[in-house]
């Protein structure tokens, strides 16, 4: 019995047509649930309980366990080598099975609290909700990483129009699953009230807008107790409709775009594309349109209003239906099962998901769960899709297969038409390609779609389309006729296939280039290289006759030509005429056109005029050169041979100290040398430091003309020699010993255009390192004559100040008084600013401040210098002259506890920057409270705090605001707080600035270190 159960289990979960049964019950349901929302099909309490039911056991038990086990069986490989397939699979199962016990839940639960008005009930709302909130995230998910997938997978592909349709159908399902849910969830609004006595329980579609309710009633729900209204509010109505709009039609019709694509490409391999195909995918279209309204859409309100309805839910339901049997109609006339499989694990996804989007999920119970399974949909179709790409490709991978083999083994044959060569032929390729084809079912675990049938019919069509010619004359004559018949004609051939040329069918050029001259063709193109005089001649020859020809460095390993409609080409290389072309490969398929078109423009673009090239060889000019180099022997030998023949000039950039030991060791160093005492100029620019002070000491010994300038650490170094000829040398190994060890990609040429932009770049940073140079030479001096000048002034100033205050003392006349008072006041002022300029001397030069520490409390400080700026202030004030411009109604105060504040310091230089700041807080504050507050901290320090009510620093200065002449005053110099910065610093502490929170005023803190 238990085996019997075991059996009829496995049978139900691996059987193709159990899996297409349960989905077609599981769509009649959720077509049922489409019209019973749409009220086209109005049922009682019983009915609506038992379809709810219905949907629930059906959909979400026993379907979804039929439908995913079957899926769990098809992609069992898959599954093994994908981990999205994995993880999308075990994701799916677990929610959707968890939405089926919440489901379970709902239906007992309203059973018990609303038999009589079971789909109407008011209790379930937060469970329904959330089902609908999982299944619209997980399919939003599910079908955005597909549609990534294939715009990735489409973008290393851009021919494979199914993946990009598929892409962007993927794309639109996702934004109209989640556009769906925005609505419903978030723009919607749930409004509840009493219902009136003796309600009849009943839905409907209001879509009227209420000034009541501020917005648009969309759907009504009345129960005996509550009428429940879900209301879209005004301000959210133009983004709800822009919504909809945008989400209505696009996913539709990119997955048909799509599925046709895909059907097609399937039919086609079983016949041609009859009417029946045509139909089965033209009515699904044909009646979308017509229950999207996009032919005619709903009025108002009419007398038929109910059979217009009727009318655009068919054709909601008959375009999913018919969708599906398009993927059936399909499949019947395959023979590979598994991609029959595939293809119907994407019609249960692509029939239901296009009717569970059109239910609408504002009914609470039968209409959430029918919606909802767009979880389970999006996934089938999601998986049987992903899979049917993956085949379509490997399809596309064995068929190149076929054809690159086809190629190959032909080769390796003596006579096209010898006894059996045919079947050798078939036996190797289809040999290979069923060795491909295993391997990439190892890779991807899905099958390819093609039958051995089908790859043997591919093969018989490859070998039609190319043929190998074995005689001398059949190729001379199958040449002959391309160019005849060619409207335009290419040529890529050495010497050797030029000489052949030239000696069997020269006349049939010239023949075409009459017909070129009148306008009846293209012309004939040349490429090939012309190495030496003989080469040159020859040439000559086809350039007389009006050929276009242009010399490639790098020619390609065959011999070929392409004209419009074929293409031939040499296996062997022909250099020897004749005598060495033993076979052509000759074909008229466009892809191999297309590709020989390709690699002809491509040598035409980078090649060189002939004309040109065969000038180089006559005048013995050295031929171009411009050599990637992997080899770092190699490379080394040619540094040395390059530093040995300077003549007139070497230009030297090395990327790191340490590279100028390395070229030391080469010899390198030393042949600059020796070019330099010979008369060559000499430049290097090098990271200067001890590793290689004492080769710079022999260079400037040895040869003092070669300049040296410091340079920066780079990742790159080049040598050029009389501006003819350069190396450039990748840095990959600062720290290796040898050069060779030292460097990776490198480059050897005697390009002019190279060598000029390398000698550029060198000229421009050996102008920067002058220019730098020179400009901090001009910095010292200027700050050297600062110091100078600061000092002079300083002398003079002293007894200035000295004796004018003593005349003040003795005198009485209150105007002489005045003038004095000016005197010593711009005296003063005199004073502060010389040493100011001279403590920013001491700083940039970074010499210490001199500092005469003691052990003080910081609070008398404080104090006192507060008291000296509230006394100055009201002396300006009394004198009526008031220089600094200072709102009598400013007041100064010390906000913090007058504690001991032990700290060892210089107590005029922590005095001057309380003075400085406490100016510039009375210089910017117009009217409002200055204070100072003092905090110790756990690590030791205080900080001493100056807020003001002022303006706040300008964002202009913010970040420059310790720096000199950072200031917006027309008064001051800018050094106040560049000084400060230095004597905080000085002291180990740290000082800074910040708008207050309030917004007005700013507050500038310092911190010191607190005496132990």
């Not at 190495?531 to 242009?550: C, W, Y």
């Not at 065959?558 to 000759?586: H, P, R």
């Not at 009389?722 to 040398?729: E, G, L, M, T, Y």
């Not at 990609?745 to 005697?750: E, G, K, P, Q, R």
Request: charged share 20%.
């Amino acid at each position: 019995m238990m085996l019997r159960n075991f059996n009829l289990f496995t049978f139900l979960t691996r059987s193709r047509k159990a899996a297409i049964a349960t989905a077609a019950a599981i769509t009649i349901i959720v077509i049922i649930d489409l019209l019973a929302t749409r009220q086209v099909l109005y049922l009682d309490n019983t009915g609506q309980t038992t379809l709810f039911i219905l949907t629930v056991i059906i959909a979400y038990g026993i379907g979804s366990w039929i439908l995913l086990g079957y899926t769990k069986h098809i992609t069992g490989d898959l599954r093994s080598k994908s981990s999205f397939v994995k993880i999308t699979h075990w994701g799916v199962t677990v929610m959707q099975f968890s939405l089926f016990g919440v489901l379970l839940y709902v239906i007992f639960d309203n059973i018990i609290n609303c038999p009589n008005y079971f789909s109407l009930c008011n209790t379930s709302r937060v469970p329904i909700t959330s089902v609908y909130a999982i299944s619209t995230i997980g399919a939003s998910i599910i079908m955005g990483f597909i549609a990534f997938k294939f715009f990735s997978w489409y973008k290393s592909n851009k021919k494979n129009f199914i993946v990009l349709l598929y892409g962007l159908a993927a794309a639109a399902l996702t934004i109209s699953i989640a556009g769906d849910a925005i609505d419903k969830i978030l723009l919607i609004q749930v409004v509840e009230e009493k219902s009136p006595p003796r309600a009849i329980p009943q839905t409907s579609y209001i879509y009227e807008t209420f000034a009541k309710y501020h917005g648009e009633v969309e759907y009504k729900v009345v129960n005996p107790h509550i009428t429940r209204l879900y209301v879209v509010p005004s301000a959210n109505l133009p983004l709800y409709n822009e919504i909809i709009y945008i989400t209505s039609d696009a996913p539709y019709i990119l997955t048909w775009a799509g599925t046709f694509m895909l059907l097609r490409y399937y039919y086609k391999r079983t016949g041609k594309l009859n009417l029946k195909f045509w139909l089965i995918l033209s009515i699904p279209l044909i009646l979308y349109l017509v229950g999207s309204g996009l032919i005619f859409s709903l009025p108002a309100n009419i007398p038929y209003k109910f059979y217009y309805r009727l009318i655009f839910r068919a054709g909601t339901i008959g375009s999913s239906v018919l969708f599906g049997l398009a993927f059936y109609v399909v499949s019947r006339k395959l023979t590979a099962a598994r991609i029959k499989d595939y293809l119907a694990i994407s019609a249960m996804g692509i029939v239901p998901i296009g009717v569970a989007n059109e239910i609408s999920a504002l009914q609470q119970t039968y209409g959430v769960a029918a919606h909802s399974l767009v979880l389970l949909a999006s996934y089938l179709f999601t998986i049987g899709l992903y899979s049917l790409v993956i085949s379509i490709s490997q399809d596309s991978s064995l068929r190149k297969s076929i054809r690159n083999s086809a190629l190959e083994v032909s080769k390796l044959t003596d006579v096209i038409e010898g006894p059996g060569i045919e079947q050798e032929i078939e036996r190797r390729v289809l040999t290979n390609a069923k060795e491909q084809e295993e391997m990439l079912i190892q890779e991807t675990g899905v099958r390819s779609s093609l039958t051995d049938h089908e790859m043997k019919q591919y093969l018989g069509t490859v070998l039609k389309e190319i043929k190998i010619l074995k005689n001398v004359d059949e190729i001379l004559k199958k040449g002959k006729e391309i160019l005849e018949s060619s409207f335009e004609f290419l040529v890529c051939s050495r010497f050797g296939g030029l000489r052949l040329v030239y000696n069997n069918y020269l006349d049939v050029y010239a023949k075409v280039l009459d017909k070129y001259k009148k306008n009846e063709h293209k012309g004939i193109r040349m490429v090939t290289s012309i190495t030496d005089k003989d080469s040159a001649n020859l040439i000559r020859k086809f350039l007389e006759i009006g050929v276009h020809v242009r010399h490639a460095k790098n020619m390609p390993p065959i011999d070929f030509a392409v004209s419009d409609k074929e293409m031939i080409a040499t296996i062997e290389k022909a250099e020897g005429g004749e005598e060495n072309i033993k076979s052509l490969l000759v074909s008229n398929e466009y892809p191999y056109i297309t590709h020989f078109v390709s690699i002809f423009e491509e040598l035409w673009k980078d090649g060189t005029d002939a004309r040109d090239r065969i000038k180089t060889i006559e005048e013995n000019i050295e031929p171009e050169i411009f050599e990637v180099i992997t080899d770092p022997l190699k490379a080394s030998q040619i540094i040395v041979e390059l530093a040995k023949s300077v003549k007139l000039e070497a230009v030297f950039l090395l990327p790191a100290d340490r590279s100028m030991k390395r070229v030391d060791r080469l010899g390198v160093i030393d042949h600059l040398i020796k070019a330099s005492q010979n008369g060559a100029t000499v430049r290097i620019i090098c990271p200067l430091s001890e590793e290689n002070s004492d080769i710079v000491k022999r260079i400037s010994t040895s040869a003092p003309n070669i300049r040296i300038l410091n340079g920066h650490n780079s990742t790159s170094g080049f040598l050029i020699v009389d501006s003819a000829r350069f190396i450039r040398a990748e840095l990959r190994e600062s720290s290796a010993k040898e050069f060779a060890e030292a460097i990776g990609f490198t480059l050897y040429s005697n390009s002019k255009g190279s060598v000029d932009s390398f000698k550029s770049v060198f000229d421009l940073l050996w102008n920067e390192h002058m220019i730098n140079e020179q400009l901090q030479k001009a910095d010292e001096m200027q700050k050297e004559f600062i110091h100078i000048a600061a000092h002079e002034l300083r002398n003079p100033i002293q007894p200035i100040l000295g004796l004018s205050e003593i005349m003040r003392a003795k005198i009485t006349d209150p105007e002489q008084i005045g003038m004095l008072d000016v005197t010593i006041r711009n005296a003063k002022r005199l004073r502060r600013l010389t040493e100011d300029i001279l403590d920013v001397s001491k700083i940039e030069s970074q010499k210490p401040l001199q500092l005469n520490k003691e052990k003080f409390n910081l609070t008398e400080i404080l104090l006192n210098t507060l008291a000296d700026f509230k006394n100055e202030i009201s002396r300006d004030n009394d004198d009526n002259n008031n220089s600094k411009n200072i709102n009598p109604s400013i007041k100064l105060e010390l906000l913090s506890e007058r504690d001991i504040i032990n700290v060892e310091a210089d107590k005029s230089r922590i005095n001057q920057v309380l003075t400085n700041l406490l100016s510039n807080a009375v210089k910017f504050t117009k009217q409002g409270n200055i204070t100072i507050t003092t905090q110790k901290t756990i690590d030791g320090l205080v900080i001493i705090s100056v807020t003001d009510a002022g303006t706040g620093i300008d964002p202009e200065i913010a970040t420059r605001l310790f720096t000199k002449f950072a200031t917006r005053s027309n008064t001051g110099t800018g050094l106040g707080l560049f000084i400060s910065k230095g004597i905080v610093e000085s002291h180990g502490g740290k000082i800074w600035a910040q708008n207050n929170l309030d917004g007005k005023g700013a507050t500038f803190s310092f911190s010191l270190p607190l005496s132990t």
